[in-house]
């Protein structure tokens, strides 16, 4: 079983940044692709961004793009959201997630941090 957890949440203004880092323990992280999700109330979770262990591709959804960026530290289990440029319509509670690469469904979520942006 994988565990996650993040931090790094908190309220910022517009134009403002916040990395967000998740924590990954309980299982090979080479195995796993990580991805963050965001959520707000009333709406679906949506992806956000991933990152894959095998060979470090990179996913944004398009209202990100060019603003976020994913990385990850294999050595320290750890996988960062910089987020640059904040919106608010980026507030939501944010997840990472983990999906093992020969899935098709992430199996493991972190408890979430909330992301405020302000104006």
């Known amino acids: 079983e994988v565990q996650l957890v993040e931090s790094g949440g908190g309220s910022v203004q517009v134009g403002g940044s916040l990395k967000l880092s998740c924590a990954v323990s309980g299982h090979s992280f080479d195995e796993y692709i990580i991805g963050w999700f965001r959520q707000t109330p009333g709406n679906e979770r949506e992806g956000v961004s991933a990152?894959?262990?095998?060979?470090?591709?990179?996913y944004y959804a398009a209202s990100v793009k060019g603003r976020f960026t994913i990385s990850r530290d294999t050595a320290e289990n750890m996988v960062y959201l910089q987020m640059n440029s904040l919106k608010p319509e980026d507030t939501a509670v944010y997840y990472c997630?983990?999906?093992?690469?020969?899935?098709?469904?992430?199996?493991?979520w972190g408890q979430g941090t909330q992301v405020t942006v302000s104006s």
């Open positions: 990152i894959s262990a095998v060979d470090d591709s990179t």
């Open positions: 997630g983990a999906r093992y690469i020969k899935s098709s469904k992430y199996s493991y």
